[in-house]
């Protein structure tokens, strides 16, 4: 792409979706990639860059992105004492397994095979934060042995093919297995960290039809995006976390829970064709 104004479109859009991602991650505490990967999806799309590998690019990117914000939220939950270091040493091998696995299966599929999969699993998170409980629990604590040695690997994998951190899957998780709810946010930054860096280090040796890829890419991340919605989700997250401060989340949460199962419905539709 060498014409300056669908570069300064670009910028734009990928403004605003920066913008957007961290008035969100303040306000309702919900990780960048899963507001990212659609926004991302329709950005490009919209710009022409449509192709089998367009979700490659989507994921990839939005896990390079993850890794700045996960190692950023780590270290001021730290600060609080709110991360449980022993829940990421011992999950840790696992997740890492999960998101090297979870890197190879995406680079395999085709983009329309991966909306599905998005779709799905978006649809399961978008459900959950509608209509869960912050009662529910299914355990009083953390799995370990052989049952640890399975769900590891698979929270990993599953947030490598949503391209997103440890937030959607992880905090629900642990708090269904009775971690505080601070904790497990605190703790499922670390899993984001776990997540985004060996699966962006694989992204960035995936190969993109350079017919199909925005200028600026290497592998199947985006440098562009990646530095615009860092920067701007910099500047905004703070205005969400004083938002989330003078006002009950617990409703917007729900509906921005109901907002995501309709992304997810048309994901779902783009991806069969309807």
């Not at 930054?189 to 992204?203: C, E, N, R, Y």
């Amino acid at each position: 792409m060498s014409d300056p104004m669908l570069l300064i479109q670009m910028l734009v859009l990928l403004l605003i979706t920066g913008a957007v991602a961290g008035v969100l991650a303040g306000l309702l505490g919900v990780g960048g990639g899963i507001v990212l990967v659609p926004a991302f999806f329709y950005v490009f799309g919209a710009l022409g860059f449509e192709g089998p590998q367009l979700m490659q690019l989507c994921l990839a990117t939005s896990l390079a992105t993850i890794i700045v914000t996960s190692v950023r939220s780590v270290m001021s939950h730290n600060k609080k004492g709110a991360v449980d270091w022993d829940i990421l040493r011992t999950w840790a091998p696992g997740i890492v397994i999960g998101a090297a696995l979870g890197v190879l299966v995406a680079a395999s599929l085709r983009s329309g095979a991966l909306q599905m999969i998005f779709g799905i699993l978006a649809l399961i998170v978008g459900l959950y934060m509608a209509l869960g409980k912050s009662s529910w629990r299914v355990s009083g604590a953390m799995p370990t042995g052989a049952k640890r040695m399975m769900s590891s690997p698979i929270l990993g994998f599953m947030s490598v093919l949503m391209g997103i951190g440890g937030g959607s899957f992880g905090v629900p998780f642990m708090s269904l297995h009775g971690v505080a709810i601070h904790r497990a946010v605190a703790t499922a930054a670390g899993f984001g960290v776990l997540i985004a860096v060996p699966a962006v280090i694989g992204f960035l040796f995936v190969p993109i039809d350079p017919t199909s890829r925005p200028p600026f890419t290497i592998g199947a991340v985006n440098l562009v995006a990646f530095v615009v919605v860092i920067a701007m989700t910099l500047v905004t997250a703070p205005w969400g976390v004083k938002l989330a401060h003078a006002m009950d989340a617990g409703p917007l949460k729900k509906a921005f829970g109901v907002f995501l199962t309709l992304v997810a419905l048309n994901m779902l539709r783009k991806a069969l064709g309807f």
